[in-house]
C-alpha cells in the first residue's frame, strides 16, 4: 500500500493550489482519506476528510469555505482544492487513510504518504 502526494509548491497569498494524494494498493473510494498538515514546530493537524460513503467532514474553521476535499474514483485520487491561501496555510500537507472511519486525529490513522510542502509568502 503507497499513498503519494502531490501538488505542493509556492503560492502568493490569495493564490490557490490542488492537492492530488494517488494510491496503490489500496482502493480510495472504499476507505476513509484524510488530509492533515503540519506547519514547522507544530502537531499534526486534521484538515478535511472524506468517508468510504462519500461524505465530508471539515476539521478546521480556518480553512472552511477555502479549502474542498473530493475523489475521483477513476483515478483511484483524492484532492484537496486550497483557494484564498493564506500564509498561515504553509505546511507540509499529508494524506492518510484509516479503515474504521475518519479521524482528525493523526495516531488514528493508519496509513500515511510522505507529505507535499505548500509555501504561501509574497
Known amino acids: 500500500l503507497q499513498l503519494v502526494e502531490s501538488g505542493g509548491g509556492w503560492v502568493q497569498p490569495g493564490g490557490s493550489l490542488r492537492l492530488s494524494c494517488e494510491a496503490s494498493?489500496?482502493?480510495?473510494?472504499?476507505?476513509?482519506v484524510g488530509w492533515f498538515r503540519q506547519a514547522p514546530g507544530t502537531e499534526r493537524e486534521g484538515v478535511s476528510c472524506i468517508t468510504s460513503g462519500g461524505y465530508i467532514i471539515d476539521y478546521l474553521d480556518t480553512v472552511k469555505g477555502r479549502f474542498t476535499i473530493s475523489r475521483d474514483g477513476a483515478k483511484n485520487t483524492v484532492y484537496l482544492q486550497m483557494n484564498s491561501l493564506k500564509p498561515e496555510d504553509t505546511a507540509v500537507y499529508y494524506c492518510?487513510?484509516?479503515?474504521?472511519?475518519?479521524?482528525?486525529?493523526?495516531?488514528?490513522?493508519?496509513?500515511w504518504g510522505k507529505g507535499t510542502l505548500v509555501t504561501v509568502s509574497p
Open positions: 492518510a487513510v484509516r479503515n474504521y472511519d475518519c479521524s482528525a486525529y493523526a495516531p488514528a490513522m493508519d496509513h
Open positions: 494498493g489500496l482502493t480510495l473510494e472504499n476507505s476513509n
